[in-house]
């Protein structure tokens, strides 16, 4: 479905929101559970919910503006868990919903980058487009979707208008885009990298505060702004763009991201001339990354999903060593004496306390079931 078409199904859905006098996440949560509701969202958003995927309403969070009369959508935690499972489920206008902006009478105000995936993440990126292409680094901070509306300038993040980020950005705004309410280009949403002490993730940026432009579209004609275009916004803006990669070719690209030595980077964006985008992440900050969240839930995800081996293969002996301990422990599920409530409850048991959430054990379910499908668990009698 094109992209045009794709912001008009959003923008009827928000219209919808409206319609029914939903305000905030209250109206939204007793909204949500109404079947005709339902039914109708998954019209807008071409999703078709097949056996064990979850509803529609799980998926899409509108979040609203205290003050200005804006509605943003934004998938899901669930999305991100668990539609890697049923790709299908990414359905335009779903992948849209990474923080786009409508105003309550339908407006498109703000649109960001679409939900794109990492390098051989999924099928549509382990064939990559024979295409020439722009690799940028990718940096290592929040996401910033910034906009103008009723004369003033905005910056949100991609689920709320009220985040730590995005209160942040907006007191970056008074400093980096002091001035910006002249010089801020009409009808432009110009995403950046939000660099500051408080939104460091892994790579350390040793206390530097600052805007880099990662990308920018025209809400109006939905041009996907390309690398000359935005070199030319950030002169305007007087702000960095992101560092370009010098090199030739994807396969140069894949082999320096495999080096598994940490280097204080993150990765790279990929920007094909036609505009589809992939992600190459540096194995040494997936290291670190997978290290401070190599759980129970994250290996019985990559086991469900066959992506075990491929996520740590190359990684550094340490990590492999852990993952693999957690490997065993969850597949010692089938060994369990009792029926299939004894069985969830052990795996359940894997996860610290004050983690046992409903999430987490319906994906211990998930996981026994998809154990038994592969004949490695025992079905109770």
């Not at 939903?22 to 056996?51: C, H, I, P």
């Not at 190359?314 to 065993?328: G, N």
């Not at 599920?333 to 409903?358: H, I, M, N, Q």
């Amino acid at each position: 479905m094109p992209i045009t078409e794709n912001v008009a199904n959003l923008k009827r859905f928000v219209s919808l929101l409206v319609r029914s006098r939903v305000r905030n996440s209250a109206d939204w949560r007793r909204w949500r559970q109404k079947e005709e509701n339902e039914k109708r969202m998954e019209e807008l958003f071409g999703y078709t919910r097949l056996e064990e995927m979850p509803s529609i309403t799980n998926l899409v969070k509108p979040f609203f503006h205290p003050e200005l009369p804006l509605i943003g959508l934004n998938y899901t935690q669930v999305a991100h868990n668990v539609l890697h499972q049923y790709p299908s489920g990414w359905t335009g206008p779903l992948r849209l919903c990474r923080g786009i902006i409508f105003s309550r009478r339908g407006k498109l105000v703000a649109l960001p980058f679409p939900k794109f995936f990492n390098d051989g993440e999924m099928e549509e990126t382990r064939n990559l487009p024979d295409e020439p292409f722009v690799a940028t680094e990718k940096h290592d901070g929040h996401l910033g979707i910034i906009f103008e509306f009723q004369g003033k300038i905005v910056a949100t993040t991609r689920g709320s208008f009220e985040s730590k980020s995005a209160i942040l950005a907006n007191g970056m705004l008074e400093t980096i885009g002091s001035g910006w309410e002249t010089s801020f280009p009409r009808n432009t949403t110009v995403l950046v990298e939000v660099i500051h002490p408080d939104t460091e993730v892994i790579v350390d940026y040793h206390g530097e505060e600052a805007f880099i432009l990662i990308g920018a579209f025209n809400r109006v004609t939905l041009e996907d702004y390309a690398e000359p275009a935005l070199k030319k916004l950030a002169k305007r803006l007087a702000i960095p763009r992101a560092e370009t990669w010098e090199g030739n070719s994807i396969e140069e690209l894949r082999a320096l991201v495999a080096e598994t030595n940490y280097k204080n980077k993150e990765g790279f964006v990929v920007r094909f001339a036609s505009g589809f985008r992939v992600k190459l992440k540096h194995a040494g900050y997936v290291s670190k990354m997978i290290a401070g969240k190599l759980t129970p839930l994250y290996v019985m995800q990559r086991l469900m999903t066959d992506t075990f081996e491929d996520r740590f293969a190359d990684l550094d002996a340490e990590i492999q060593i852990q993952a693999d301990r957690i490997k065993e422990k969850v597949m010692a599920v089938s060994a369990v004496p009792g029926d299939k409530k004894a069985k969830w409850k052990y795996l359940y048991e894997l996860f610290d306390e004050e983690e046992r959430t409903a999430y987490r054990k319906k994906i211990c379910r998930d996981f026994y079931n998809w154990l038994t499908e592969q004949g490695e668990g025992e079905v109770a009698a």
